[in-house]
């Protein structure tokens, strides 16, 4: 395996021609989606506007900071800071929100106000994290990850792996107001997914219920996988980038192992063809892709393979731009009439027809990702995940 400078050296062209092309579509896109929380994209093309609560609200937003950042386009922070005031009524939706305010508000706000020092900004995302902090059940040792009862189901003392992505805004508070609580229940959080999340061969479970008092897991659910036991591509790849971040925040060794367990895992169960199956243990056939899951895995095997060194690292990279070169070739649109970019992303599997379509569809976070990955590729000097 070629070390991590060559295998970077050999693809820095492509990368600079893909944001080329990505800048070139959004450039037009973000002036007509301005006014949208954007998610999917209707039948003719056009970003479907989401609620402010939702939790995928903040990825357009984020999106744009993340091209302002790159191409300094004024247009570009204009849109992410309109998807700032649309999010305000989420802030006081008490009962709407759950854990994934990290998600929504530190890519958004958090980078308005990293970036920029603005104060409102800070506020937001102080807020966010607040309510993130309130989740934490402290007999447990976890983090709550939805609200009260579905239907005669008690999801109270329910835990899933993609809450690793909403720690970063816990950090980043704990340094921000000088209290390093919110640390504390980032790295309890953290370890818990690694006792009770991830499996011994690498692969995560999607979601654990826990004995509230001991915390100790009562049973684990298949969720968005195929069944109990399955193995959920995008929750893999929020298990790979969520503990890395957990490592670049902390330096502590158990976050970056459990993150290159379950990259070691996902690479070994990748296609020859590297286009990200929804399920690595759902039958062969019908074939149900999620580029999501690739374009999120891309990220978080970009960020191992710097912190390993560059000979161990060249491997996690390669599998990155694998990964990325397959969404590029089969899955994506850069055509500025297509409000979205990546197709093939799948919301939930196995599909629930109450929700159709949710399977073989453009999603907001599958071009925020596939756009981070290039851009760390880049070099770019921002990383929304970090303090
Ligand atoms: N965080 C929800 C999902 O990945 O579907």
Request: hydrophobic share 40%; aromatic share 14%; net charge negative.
């Amino acid at each position: 395996m070629k070390n991590y400078d060559a295998i970077l050296k050999e693809n820095i062209y492509w990368a600079r021609e893909t944001f080329a092309k990505i800048d070139g579509k959004f450039s037009k896109v973000t002036l007509r989606s301005r006014d949208k929380l954007s998610d999917g994209v209707d039948k003719n093309g056009f970003h479907i506007s989401k609620s402010p609560s939702g939790w995928t609200s903040g990825f357009w937003g984020g999106l744009n900071h993340l091209l302002y950042n790159y191409t300094k386009n004024e247009e570009y922070l204009k849109t992410a800071r309109r998807s700032e005031e649309l999010m305000d009524p989420a802030l006081v939706d008490f009962a709407g929100l759950y854990h994934d305010v990290g998600f929504m508000w530190h890519i958004l706000s958090g980078a308005n106000y990293r970036l920029y020092g603005d104060e409102m900004s800070k506020n937001r995302n102080l807020h966010a994290a607040a309510s993130l902090f309130s989740r934490y059940v402290l007999s447990g040792g976890f983090i709550r990850a939805w609200n009260g009862h579905w239907g005669d189901e008690n999801v109270e003392n329910w835990t899933i792996i993609d809450c690793l992505m909403n720690l970063p805004i816990l950090y980043w508070a704990s340094e921000v107001l000088h209290d390093d609580r919110f640390t504390q229940i980032a790295k309890a959080h953290a370890d818990m997914a690694i006792r009770d999340h991830v499996r011994p061969d690498g692969s995560v479970a999607h979601i654990v219920e826990h004995d509230r008092e001991t915390g100790e897991p009562v049973a684990t659910y298949a969720g968005q996988g195929y069944a109990v036991g399955s193995s959920w591509s995008r929750g893999q790849a929020w298990g790979i980038y969520g503990f890395v971040i957990s490592y670049k925040h902390t330096r502590d060794e158990k976050y970056l192992d459990a993150a290159k367990r379950i990259a070691n895992y996902f690479i070994a169960n990748c296609s020859d063809d590297w286009l990200p199956r929804v399920d690595f243990r759902a039958p062969s056939e019908p074939v149900y892709y999620d580029s999501t899951a690739g374009a999120i895995a891309a990220c978080g095997l970009i960020e191992i393979a710097k912190e390993v060194g560059e000979n161990e690292g060249g491997a996690f990279l390669n599998a990155a731009i694998n990964l990325l070169r397959a969404l590029d070739k089969s899955f994506a649109d850069y055509s500025p009439e297509n409000d979205a970019m990546l197709g093939y992303g799948t919301v939930r599997y196995p599909s629930r027809k109450e929700y159709l379509p949710d399977v073989h569809i453009s999603i907001i976070y599958g071009d925020y990702y596939f756009t981070e990955a290039i851009l760390k590729l880049l070099g770019a000097d921002f990383d929304p995940w970090m303090k």
